[in-house]
């Protein structure tokens, strides 16, 4: 209900009497930029949405876990330049400490993995599904926030574990009537570019700023990116190199350019027999342009597109061997992937894929007369102790009613009505048939 200077003595929920709204007397009644409310049918699309993750999880042998939207800003600062670190939804709490809306998953679970230590036995298989932030300047109008699921395996350092992230995507797309010719992911390794700066003697700590770089192909111009890899001062033959072995899209390609027996090659060979083995392998394919833009990938990366080529990326992930000594840890290896909750319904849209999601119910219970609406309570109490979902409607016409039951898709109506009550029965209305009849209240299944 609004809040509004004219009525500002109206007592709402308990509010106290004291006006909220601004000049004209109304609240804001929108969410903050870049936020997004869920009305009952966003929330049908969103559980039905979340339902699917999580059954892909369940089917994986995944467990479920979850983390504090708020985290300590020192689990995020990386010096890579990335877009989402540059971007972080970050404050002072009132007790000095730089907190942060987190703007992603990962980072919480290597924490949670460091603080169990030895208290959990390896591989570990878990995933979560939370919103994340970012604080953009709104110039591109583009959200602050959306829901990540993650699924993520530590203590894998072979790249099975790839092989079981990418299998839990397509199961998911699969689930939701996606085809691989709807959707591809492609597939590279960071290894790739780590024996093309070695062939340049190109040294480890611009590893990082470069994948950061490389990852906007296809988003700024090749000149720009050259520009940006001249600036770490890189040379412009290496800077050639890269690109070049970056624009190939063929593995035997990559092993003639990087010779036989580079880990990265052997890595990539052995995902794709896998893929042949899961039965996945129409839907992944090598593009050595993929290093995602996450500073602590370290090997295998992916990301799904739509082979439309209209959509961003639907998901993205890889393996991330060296994030706990970050924090101070042991390091442990990791893959994981992160799947938004924006793109994916985009894709669903276009393909008419979005599923019938409209509310039902199982009984409208309605008593005709006042003084009825006691024993329409207890029948509709008797009736949701059987676990059936039931509508107590009052103080509406019948005719509001049966419009109400066909909104709502309810499958019976019961009356409670005088001549009936007074026998002990109610009258049901079966709204597919239309067929009615009497029933004892006691017997009401
Ligand atoms: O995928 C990057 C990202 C992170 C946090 C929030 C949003 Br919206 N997007």
Same mark, same amino acid.
């Given at each position: 209900?609004?809040?509004?200077?004219?009525?500002?003595?109206?007592?709402?929920?308990?509010?106290?009497?004291?006006?909220?709204?601004?000049?004209?007397?109304?609240?804001?009644?929108?969410?903050?930029?870049?936020?997004?409310?869920?009305?009952?049918?966003?929330?049908?699309?969103?559980?039905?949405?979340?339902?699917?993750?999580?059954?892909?999880?369940?089917?994986m042998a995944f467990e479920e876990?979850?983390?504090?939207?708020?985290?300590?800003?020192?689990?995020?600062?990386?010096? +890579?330049?990335?877009?989402?670190?540059?971007?972080?939804?970050?404050?002072?709490?009132?007790?000095?400490?730089?907190?942060?809306?987190?703007?992603?998953?990962?980072?919480?679970?290597?924490?949670?993995?460091?603080?169990?230590?030895?208290?959990?036995?390896?591989?570990?298989?878990?995933?979560?599904?939370?919103?994340?932030?970012?604080?953009?300047?709104?110039?591109?109008?583009?959200?602050?926030?959306?829901?990540?699921?993650?699924?993520?395996?530590?203590?894998?350092?072979?790249?099975?574990?790839?092989?079981?992230?990418?299998?839990?995507?397509?199961?998911?797309?699969?689930?939701?009537?996606?085809?691989?010719?709807?959707?591809?992911?492609?597939?590279?390794?960071?290894?790739?570019?780590?024996?093309?700066?070695?062939?340049?003697?190109?040294?480890?700590?611009?590893?990082?700023?470069?994948?950061?770089?490389?990852?906007?192909?296809?988003?700024?111009?090749?000149?720009?990116?050259?520009?940006?890899?001249?600036?770490?001062?890189?040379?412009?033959?290496?800077?050639?190199?890269?690109?070049?072995?970056?624009?190939?899209?063929?593995?035997?390609?990559?092993?003639e350019v990087l010779g036989s027996?580079?880990?990265?090659?052997?890595?990539?060979?052995?995902?794709?027999?896998?893929?042949?083995?899961?039965?996945?392998?129409?839907?992944?394919?090598?593009?050595?342009?993929?290093?995602?833009?996450?500073?602590?990938?370290?090997?295998?990366?992916?990301?799904?597109?739509?082979?439309?080529?209209?959509?961003?990326?639907?998901?993205?992930?890889?393996?991330?061997?060296?994030?706990?000594?970050?924090?101070?840890?042991?390091?442990?290896?990791?893959?994981?992937?992160?799947?938004?909750? +924006?793109?994916?319904?985009?894709?669903?849209k276009e393909k008419g894929l979005?599923?019938?999601?409209?509310?039902?119910?199982?009984?409208?219970?309605?008593?005709?007369?006042?003084?009825?609406?006691?024993?329409?309570?207890?029948?509709?109490?008797?009736?949701?102790?059987?676990?059936?979902?039931?509508?107590?409607?009052?103080?509406?016409?019948?005719?509001?009613?049966?419009?109400?039951?066909?909104?709502?898709?309810?499958?019976?109506?019961?009356?409670?009505?005088?001549?009936?009550?007074?026998?002990?029965?109610?009258?049901?209305?079966?709204?597919?048939?239309?067929?009615?009849?009497?029933?004892?209240?006691?017997?009401?299944?």
């Amino acid at each position: 209900r609004l809040f509004s200077s004219a009525s500002s003595s109206t007592l709402t929920h308990g509010e106290a009497s004291s006006t909220h709204g601004d000049a004209d007397g109304v609240v804001e009644v929108n969410p903050p930029r870049g936020t997004r409310d869920f009305t009952p049918e966003d929330m049908r699309l969103r559980t039905w949405l979340f339902d699917q993750f999580r059954e892909v999880s369940r089917i994986m042998a995944f467990e479920e876990v979850d983390f504090p939207v708020l985290e300590s800003e020192a689990l995020f600062i990386r010096k +890579a330049g990335e877009e989402i670190t540059q971007q972080l939804y970050n404050f002072e709490d009132k007790g000095g400490r730089r907190v942060v809306l987190r703007p992603e998953i990962t980072p919480s679970l290597a924490r949670l993995v460091i603080k169990q230590g030895k208290s959990v036995s390896l591989p570990l298989k878990w995933f979560t599904i939370g919103q994340c932030w970012r604080y953009e300047r709104m110039t591109r109008g583009r959200r602050r926030e959306h829901y990540q699921w993650n699924m993520d395996i530590f203590g894998v350092p072979k790249v099975r574990a790839e092989a079981e992230l990418l299998h839990a995507i397509v199961l998911l797309f699969q689930r939701l009537g996606i085809t691989s010719s709807d959707v591809g992911i492609r597939v590279s390794s960071r290894k790739v570019l780590q024996a093309v700066l070695n062939m340049y003697f190109i040294p480890e700590h611009l590893f990082t700023e470069v994948c950061v770089i490389v990852d906007k192909l296809g988003k700024i111009t090749r000149e720009e990116i050259e520009k940006e890899l001249i600036s770490t001062g890189l040379s412009s033959e290496a800077v050639q190199g890269i690109i070049n072995v970056l624009s190939l899209k063929s593995l035997s390609k990559l092993e003639e350019v990087l010779g036989s027996g580079v880990e990265a090659v052997a890595d990539l060979k052995k995902l794709f027999s896998f893929a042949e083995q899961y039965g996945y392998a129409d839907w992944i394919c090598f593009d050595a342009s993929v290093v995602r833009g996450l500073a602590y990938y370290t090997g295998i990366v992916f990301e799904a597109f739509d082979r439309e080529g209209k959509l961003r990326a639907i998901c993205g992930g890889g393996r991330y061997d060296r994030l706990l000594s970050t924090f101070g840890s042991e390091d442990i290896p990791a893959c994981g992937f992160g799947f938004g909750d +924006a793109v994916i319904v985009e894709l669903l849209k276009e393909k008419g894929l979005l599923p019938d999601l409209s509310r039902q119910i199982d009984d409208i219970v309605f008593p005709l007369d006042e003084e009825l609406e006691g024993p329409a309570s207890s029948i509709a109490s008797s009736l949701r102790k059987k676990g059936r979902s039931v509508d107590l409607v009052e103080d509406k016409r019948l005719k509001w009613v049966f419009k109400h039951a066909e909104r709502i898709n309810a499958s019976r109506l019961i009356l409670v009505g005088n001549s009936e009550w007074e026998r002990g029965m109610v009258r049901v209305k079966i709204l597919s048939t239309r067929e009615e009849f009497e029933v004892k209240a006691g017997e009401l299944e």
